[in-house]
């Protein structure tokens, strides 16, 4: 496609509930980002992926947080038992290789009541 | 480590005027610099970067920065601000020998008074 997209923009879900937010980057970036933006913060950084290989998982915040990119192009991070301080946007971001420049999709801004 | 302070969290300019927005950086090797832009429910649009190259580097949309490594500056400017222009605004660093982790600061938030 013509950018980095995410499904779904919004998710609402109650404390307790998993979730899952699906990462469509651009055809052909190797490498592919999640981070997690808090209200009034900047990103901050949780996984990255090297096609299909998980190189970094350093920032997910607890064990409930889960990424996978099998295939090495879609992606999805998946929150089991969500919590409130999980309430955040995603967002994802890919590049045609580690330090090159990342292209941004629009997030999925997650509300957990 | 890299880290990157943002001061001023929100800046007011007016139409035509000025635009300067302040970041600092830390880091242990020559690092890599961005300035990003965040337009409300969007993604984070590049701006422009800083990779080791001339140290006054222009972006999109009349937008410059330069790389002070005396003063381990980016700040990002324009010299005459449009309404457009208004936005959240990130700098972020990353090291240029892993390139895995991008250290975001906490944005400026740009408002462009008519």
């Known amino acids: 496609g013509a950018g980095v997209s995410q499904s779904p923009r919004y998710k609402v879900a109650k404390r307790g509930q998993d979730v899952a937010l699906r990462c469509d980057p651009i055809?052909?970036?190797?490498?592919l980002f999640w981070y997690q933006q808090a209200l009034g913060q900047g990103p901050e950084f949780l996984t990255y992926f090297q096609n299909e290989a998980q190189l970094d998982k350093s920032g997910l915040p607890s064990d409930r947080f889960f990424a996978e990119r099998p295939e090495g192009s879609v992606s999805t991070l998946k929150i089991q038992r969500t919590q409130q301080e999980d309430s955040a946007v995603y967002l994802c971001?890919?590049?045609?290789?580690?330090?090159?420049?990342?292209?941004f999709g629009p997030g999925t801004r997650l509300t957990v009541l | 480590a890299q880290s990157v302070t943002q001061l001023g969290s929100h800046v007011s300019v007016s139409e035509g005027a000025l635009v300067l927005l302040r970041c600092n950086y830390s880091?242990?090797?020559?690092?890599?610099l961005f300035w990003y832009v965040q337009y409300p429910n969007q993604g984070l649009q590049l701006l422009l970067k800083y990779t080791s190259a001339a140290t006054l580097v222009k972006g999109i949309n009349g937008f410059e920065a330069e790389f002070k490594k005396s003063e381990t500056s980016f700040h990002l400017t324009k010299p005459s601000a449009h309404m457009s222009d208004a936005a959240e605004y990130f700098c972020?660093?990353?090291?240029?020998?892993?390139?895995?982790?991008?250290?975001f600061g906490t944005g400026t938030s740009l408002t462009v008074i008519p």
């Open positions: 880091s242990s090797v020559p690092p890599y």
């Open positions: 971001a890919s590049s045609l290789e580690a330090r090159t420049q990342q292209f």
């Open positions: 055809s052909g970036h190797v490498s």
């Open positions: 972020a660093v990353s090291d240029p020998d892993t390139g895995n982790q991008f250290y």
